[in-house]
């Protein structure tokens, strides 16, 4: 009696999980197209560059202009703040994508809608949000975030290191909607 029921038990629990997989795997690729990813790991990608200059300290200076010496005798150089100076931008650049392994796929458990959350934040502690969102599951580990993140700054280099080389308000709208029509 005891075999009986503990057989029937486990084919019972490994239907219910069998359905819960297929279910939740359709409704996971539904909320994660190609196309919501790309938007959401973009408007992600614009807070990840934004903190990345916030970290430099505002006192920070580097000269910009040309080293050529004018018929006077002078030269054509400016100081700027070192944090959106375009050295700085291309570091920025190549290394942003990296901030993406601590990312993972989340839906909100208000409004069900899909969502990346940074699992740690970017002072070491457990992000406050990850009470408020239902984990994901991704087969890829999560290595796709950090693959969408390289393929926007590869297509849209040009357009960062315009756009946060000056201080702006909405840089995700003007990056991800208005240049990069995502």
């Known amino acids: 009696m005891n075999i009986l029921l503990v057989t029937v038990s486990l084919l019972l629990l490994s239907h219910v999980s069998d359905g ?20 959401l790991v973009c408007k992600s990608l614009v807070d990840e560059i934004e903190h990345m200059i916030s970290k430099v300290d505002p006192k920070k200076k580097t000269e910009t202009g040309t080293f050529r010496l004018n018929s006077d005798g002078t030269q054509n150089k400016n100081i700027i703040p070192y944090a959106r100076s ?80 000056k201080e702006a308000q909405d840089m995700d709208i003007q990056l991800c909607s208005t240049r990069r029509n995502l």
């Open 86 to 165: 375009q050295g700085h931008l291309m570091e920025v650049v190549d290394e942003v994508c990296k901030n993406f392994e601590d990312y993972a796929q989340a839906k909100s458990k208000i409004s069900g809608k899909p969502m990346i959350i940074r699992i740690v934040t970017h002072e070491g502690n457990m992000n406050p949000l990850m009470g408020e969102v239902d984990m994901v599951p991704d087969d890829d580990l999560n290595t796709r975030l950090k693959f969408y993140c390289e393929n926007i700054v590869e297509d849209a280099e040009d357009d960062i290191m315009e756009l946060f080389a």
């Open 20 to 39: 819960k997989k297929k279910g939740s795997k359709k409704k996971g690729s539904a909320l994660f197209s190609s196309e919501n990813l790309t938007c």
